[in-house]
């Protein structure tokens, strides 16, 4: 079965800062999809950036990038130039592409602070 | 084009009570999944419906259930609540088959509450 991991049950970063969430999971599929979710307080969860496994180039969406290593089975979330809402919990996800099935594998999360 | 909706967006039951929880998905999307996110367990796939036909299960007892409608909205139904089942009820619609969108869109889920 696969299994997703966040290490960092927090993190914080001042305003206009750099910080890197880390994610690892394992998977004995070649083929599949990763993403990062935020939830704000409000509870909606928003998709923030997503991954294809076949796709050797870093998937970038304005402030955030993502830095993925196959092979060690790694999807770091990069934000940069933080701004304070971006105070939220970081969900790493994963789906397979093989099975037809939409379903997501979440790892367990970090809440991530913005000091002003 | 409006987002996922759930419905209700809290709920305070008895144990033994059952419940049902609604989720109308964005429009044209096929597939519906629903997660139960508590500070415990985290996010866990319940089930997921994918033209009106349960695709995928999770690891829940038989008390939850679940089932889609033509229209692509789903319902989930719990039965015989416990004090356990008090938890963030999540929907999530897809366009499936993927076909190049494998995203996943959020409602801003159901509270419930068992006292």
């Known amino acids: 079965a696969q299994t997703v991991t966040q290490s960092q049950p927090e993190m914080s970063v001042q305003e206009a800062e750099t910080v890197t969430l880390s994610c690892t999971y394992d998977?004995?599929?070649?083929?599949?999809?990763l993403f990062w979710y935020k939830q704000p307080p409000s509870r909606q969860m928003i998709l923030v950036i997503r991954q294809e496994a076949y796709k050797q180039q870093n998937a970038t969406e304005n402030r955030f990038s993502v830095n993925f290593q196959k092979a060690a089975k790694s999807f770091s979330l990069k934000i940069s130039d933080s701004q304070l809402g971006d105070a939220a919990m970081y969900f790493c996800a994963y789906r397979a592409t093989q099975g037809g099935s939409e379903k997501l594998v979440f790892g367990k999360g970090t809440k991530l602070t913005v000091n002003p | 084009k409006a987002g996922v909706t759930q419905t209700p967006r809290y709920l305070i039951k008895t144990r033994g009570q059952q419940v049902t929880l609604s989720c109308s998905p964005i429009s044209g999307h096929r597939s519906v999944s629903w997660y139960q996110q508590t500070p415990g367990q985290g996010l866990q796939f319940l089930f997921e419906y994918f033209s009106e036909t349960q695709r995928n299960k999770g690891n829940f007892p038989g008390r939850f259930s679940g089932r889609q409608f033509s229209n692509s909205r789903s319902e989930m139904n719990v039965s015989t609540l416990e004090l356990g089942d008090s938890a963030l009820y999540l929907c999530?619609?897809?366009?499936?088959?993927?076909?190049?969108?494998?995203?996943?869109?959020f409602g801003q889920g159901t509270r419930l509450t068992v006292v």
């Open positions: 998977t004995s599929e070649s083929d599949y999809y």
């Open positions: 999530a619609s897809s366009l499936a088959p993927t076909g190049g969108y494998p995203e996943a869109f």
